[in-house]
């Protein structure tokens, strides 16, 4: 790439100085990506874990209701005595600059009961208990693939940014450091030349 800087030392010095802020720039976004990137892959296997217990309490919670509508049949009048979920609640925190939500929903160890225990059997309160805990697992199922989606964007992000300063701004600023650098080496090579063919000629003048 050509370098259309004037060779002074004033230029060499914004040179090196932009080349200095260049390299550092690069490295702190290495280091960003890298955390970044370790943050992702922590939250890929949690949220690996949280499907396959997600898959395992479902299977269970299908089965309980399968068995509670054999020997419960229709139960349309219990299913909309539940309410409607309201406790999701929304914030976030900061990664590297990167806003990662955190999703909290109230977490019982026993489920509030909203139907009256006589006019159940235990696969059905079984099913309930089992859909409950889903509720929860599909909250923290949530907050953990959006975090991995907007980790995954801020890497894509950081490393377009790093691979400009390594591949385009830092060789620009190295070649434009030797272009100055070898301009005023031979500037200065010139002059001492000059001063020597003058310093010569006053030595001649001087023996006539």
Sequence with gaps: MAVQAVPTKGNLMAYKKSLALAKTGYELLDKKRNILVREMMTLIDRAAEIQNRIDATYSKAYLALQRANITMGYIDDIARSIPEEDSLKLTYRSVMGVEIPIVTIDKQETP????????????????????????????DLAEVENSVYRLADAIKKTQKRANALKNIMIPRFEEGVKFITDALEEKDREEFSRLKVIKAQKAKKNND
């Design 112 to 139: 509030e009961l909203f139907y009256g225990l006589q006019s159940t059997d235990a696969a059905f309160d079984e099913a309930y208990a089992c859909f409950s805990k889903v509720k929860i697992l599909t909250a």
